[in-house]
C-alpha cells in the first residue's frame, strides 16, 4: 500500500465514467471499490485489486451493507465519488411520474443515500472528500430531459448546503459537471443528435471518460483542499457563462 493511498468509493464504477474514475484512482495506489448494480464487473477491476459490491442505491439497505463491507476490507470511506446515474428522456408531456421519480430517486435521492453514509465516517476522522457528478445541463437545461436536468441541478444545492455544514470538518464537498462523454448513457444518441452537439462544443468533440477521471482526482488530492461547494465544468465549453 502506498503512504497516501486512502480509502475511495465510486458508485456506478462497473462502466462508463465511474469505472475511468476507479481505474485512476487505483493505478495511482489508492484503495478502490466501486458499487455495481447489474451483471458482474469487468475482470479488469479485479486485477486492480479494486473491491466490487453489489449495491442499488435506490435500497437503503443495500446501501448499509455496500458501506459495512467496504469498511471492513479497506476502512471507511476517506473518498466518495457518487457518479451512479440514469437518465430516462422525454418531453414533458409525455412524461410520467414514474419517469421523473424514478430519476429524481436515483440521481438525487441515492447521492443523499451514499453521501449520508459516506459522511459518517469522515465525521469521525475528521478529513473526507466528496465529488459528485453533475452535468452540464443541470445549469443549462435540456429538451427532453427535465427530469435528469432537475436531478442534476439539484445536487449543486445539496452539496454546497454540505460544503457549508462539514467544511468545519475538513470535508469538502464538490461537484463535477461533465459535458457530453462517450458512453453507453450518450450511445443512445442518433448521428445526427451527435453530430448536433458537437457543432455547439467549442472543443468540437465529446469528452473522453479519462478527462473526467482526471478532474474527479484533483478535487479529491491535497491540491484540491481549499477548493468546496465548486461547480467545476468539464464540457469542452458546452456550458460556459453559467
Ligand atoms: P452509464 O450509463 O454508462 O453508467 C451509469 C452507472 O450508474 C452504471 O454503473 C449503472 O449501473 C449505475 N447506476 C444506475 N442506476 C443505479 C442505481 N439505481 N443504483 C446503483 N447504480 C446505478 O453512465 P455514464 O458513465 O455516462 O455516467 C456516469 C455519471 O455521469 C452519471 O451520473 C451521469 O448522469 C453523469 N454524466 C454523464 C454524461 C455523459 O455524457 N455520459 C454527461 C454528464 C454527466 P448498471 O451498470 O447496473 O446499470
Redesign the pocket.
Known amino acids: 500500500m502506498s503512504p497516501s493511498s486512502r480509502s475511495v468509493l465510486v458508485?456506478?464504477?462497473?462502466?462508463?465514467?465511474?469505472l475511468a474514475i476507479a481505474r485512476s484512482f487505483a493505478e495511482a495506489g489508492d484503495q478502490v471499490a466501486i458499487?455495481?448494480?447489474?451483471?458482474e464487473p469487468p475482470a479488469e477491476l479485479a486485477d486492480l485489486g479494486v473491491l466490487a459490491v453489489r449495491?442499488?442505491?435506490?435500497d437503503s439497505e443495500q446501501v448499509e451493507r455496500a458501506f459495512k463491507e467496504v469498511e471492513e476490507k479497506q476502512g471507511a470511506v476517506e473518498v466518495l465519488v457518487a457518479?451512479?446515474?440514469?437518465?430516462r428522456d422525454q418531453l414533458l408531456l409525455r412524461m410520467s411520474e414514474e419517469d421523473f421519480s424514478s430519476v429524481l430517486e436515483?440521481?438525487l435521492t441515492?447521492t443523499f443515500r451514499v453521501t449520508k453514509r459516506a459522511t459518517k465516517g469522515m465525521l469521525r476522522a475528521r478529513k473526507g472528500r466528496v465529488v459528485l457528478?453533475?452535468?452540464?445541463?443541470g445549469l443549462l437545461g435540456s429538451a427532453g430531459q427535465a427530469n435528469?436536468a432537475a436531478s442534476?441541478a439539484g445536487l449543486v444545492g445539496f452539496a454546497r448546503s454540505l460544503a457549508r455544514e462539514l467544511g468545519s470538518r475538513n470535508i469538502t464537498c464538490n461537484v463535477l459537471?461533465?459535458?457530453?462523454?462517450d458512453?453507453?448513457?450518450?450511445q443512445a444518441l442518433s448521428d445526427e443528435q451527435r453530430d448536433r452537439i458537437v457543432k455547439q462544443v467549442p472543443l468540437g468533440r465529446?469528452a473522453r471518460?479519462e478527462e473526467i477521471a482526471s478532474c474527479v482526482r484533483f478535487l479529491a488530492s491535497e491540491e484540491a483542499a481549499y477548493i468546496t461547494g465548486a461547480v467545476i465544468p468539464v464540457d469542452g465549453g458546452l456550458g460556459m457563462g453559467h
Open positions: 458508485t456506478g464504477g462497473n462502466r462508463g465514467i465511474g458499487t455495481y448494480r447489474t451483471g449495491c442499488d442505491i435506490t457518479n451512479a446515474g440514469m437518465n436515483t440521481n441515492g457528478l453533475s452535468s452540464v445541463v435528469y442534476k459537471a461533465p459535458g457530453f462523454v458512453t453507453d448513457m450518450t465529446y471518460t
